[in-house]
């Protein structure tokens, strides 16, 4: 193909034109050429020994989303819980369902070693003064309780003045 036109633009778009054919017909088209032989004939065709099988290698770590969203799925069955058989689901329930009974009364909830109230103790009170062997609490009461210093007009309340007194009014108790 001539291109006989002085005009740029027209041989501009017939170059283009003749790259893009070589191009999308499977190459640019030049011819390649047997790399040359210092003097040395081959024999004929010869097999090529097959290529070693390598080792397949692990993915590049990708730091992406996805890749991270994979890595907490591969934890999850160590982060939940194990799923129970209907035997020990059922082993649960009966557990849950030993006869109890909700008692009503008040017993004061000792300090713990961290100064928080212990109603478990008071609880479990509760429970043996009506004759059952342990208790949950089911409600607490707390309320302040002051010396009659407080009431002293002008005089200054110090820390140590009033306590809060925690009592358990209702508790599950079982035999």
Partial sequence: MMVRSGNPAVWLGTLMSAVLLMVSAGGIGWAQSAPQSLGLQEQGPQAAPPPAPSAPQAPAENPGLINEMGK??????SILPPIKSPSETMNDLSRLATPSSMVSG???CPASSNGAPDCKLAANQLCQSKGYKEGKSLNTDSAEKCSAKVLIPGRQRKPDDCRTDTVVTSALCQN
């Avoid at 907490?72 to 069955?77: E, I, N």
């Fill in 72 to 77: 907490l799925f591969d934890k999850l069955p």
């Fill in 106 to 108: 008040r017993a004061a």
